[in-house]
């Protein structure tokens, strides 16, 4: 499995962005994904996790509220809707397999950069 990440930015707080995570191969529709993130000098953290269906998420309390996650099998596909972004979401955002999945495949990952 590949995956690319894309849609970061630069924004100002308060505003929005929507990254999205292109995966070839057959195994993206049959796991569970996350999304994660890491700001400078910390370490990678998760944001977010879907089910393989998309039925159920889950978020970091940091998040939660301001965040969706969601999916679109047929076009192997996951998205991160970001809303009221504040400065301490800037980071490098990563889409992979969610966590104790049995493979891993971390991209190039997207900058998101939130201004004061």
């Known amino acids: 499995v590949q995956l690319v990440e894309s849609g970061g930015g630069l924004v100002q707080a308060g505003g929005s962005l929507r990254l999205s995570c292109a995966a070839s191969?057959?195994?993206?529709?049959?796991?569970?994904m996350g999304w994660y993130r890491q700001a400078p000098g910390k370490q990678r953290e998760l944001v977010a996790t879907i089910t393989s269906d998309g039925g159920s998420t889950n978020y970091a309390d940091s998040v939660k509220g301001r965040f969706t996650i969601s999916r679109d099998n047929a076009k192997n596909t996951m998205y991160l809707q970001m809303n009221s972004l504040k400065p301490e979401d800037t980071a490098v955002y990563y889409c992979?397999?969610?966590?104790?999945?049995?493979?891993?495949?971390w991209g190039q990952g997207t900058q998101v950069t939130v201004s004061s």
């Open positions: 191969g057959s195994t993206f529709s049959a796991n569970a």
């Open positions: 992979n397999a969610a966590p104790g999945s049995d493979w891993n495949a």
